[in-house]
């Protein structure tokens, strides 16, 4: 189910769907959501999700659903350099 979570990519083939296979999920979650300056009630609205799911996958209990993982890569293709250097910190460790 994971494979198909998400067909687009960023350089290198990188994508949000590579880091639901790994821990580091939560702390891409909140370090994405304080480089946009949204609270986690602000950042659930821009995802069409619960405040209560980002505070799930900020404290490692969930991991965003495939309509989530979309937008999350939305927000960072529009953050550019900025958001391809988070992913890529994450992908990297």
Same mark, same amino acid.
């Given at each position: 189910?994971?494979?198909?979570? %998400?067909? &687009? ?16 999920? &939560? ?8 480089? %946009?300056?949204? %609270? ?11 405040? &209560? ?41």
């Amino acid at each position: 189910m994971l494979c198909q979570v %998400t067909r &687009s990519r960023f350089k290198g083939q990188m994508s949000v769907q590579k880091l639901l296979n790994q821990l580091q999920i &939560s702390q891409f979650v909140r370090e994405l959501r304080a480089l %946009t300056g949204l %609270t986690q009630e602000q950042f659930a609205a821009r995802l069409g999700v619960t405040y &209560s799911s980002v505070s799930r996958w900020e404290r490692g209990r969930g991991i965003p659903s495939p309509l989530a993982v979309q937008k999350i890569e939305g927000m960072l293709q529009q953050m550019g350099d900025r958001g391809q250097e988070l992913l890529a910190k994450y992908l990297a460790s």
